[in-house]
């Protein structure tokens, strides 16, 4: 399995960043797309990112995704503010 974290930076066409990221993909050696997670634009909730920058999958094919969130978007708020920078997804079984 290939798993890769997406960055969205925003286009005029499409500044909501809906199924453009950020994300992550996996995919397997062949490149065929087998699941995506993140297709909103950037947030807080479960499943949502704002920049994935370090993926690690367990024995139980569960992801952890670190994010430079603070850098790339809290320090910019205003207020600034703490925002998460890691999140543990848990694999749904078929």
């Known amino acids: 399995m290939i798993y890769i974290g997406e960055y969205f930076c925003g286009i005029a066409t499409n500044d909501i ?15 065929k797309v087998l699941a995506r997670v993140g297709r909103e634009s950037y947030g807080d909730q ?7 920058h370090g993926i ?10 670190a994010e430079v969130s603070w850098t ?17 997804l848990v694999r749904v079984r078929d």
């Open 56 to 65: 690690a999958v367990d024995s139980r094919g569960d992801l952890y995704v």
């Open 72 to 88: 790339d978007y809290g320090r910019h708020m205003d207020p600034p503010r703490e925002l998460r920078s890691m999140q543990k």
């Open 46 to 52: 479960s499943g949502r990112f704002y920049s994935p």
């Open 17 to 31: 960043g809906t199924d453009l990221g950020p994300r992550v993909t996996v995919m397997n050696p062949k490149g």
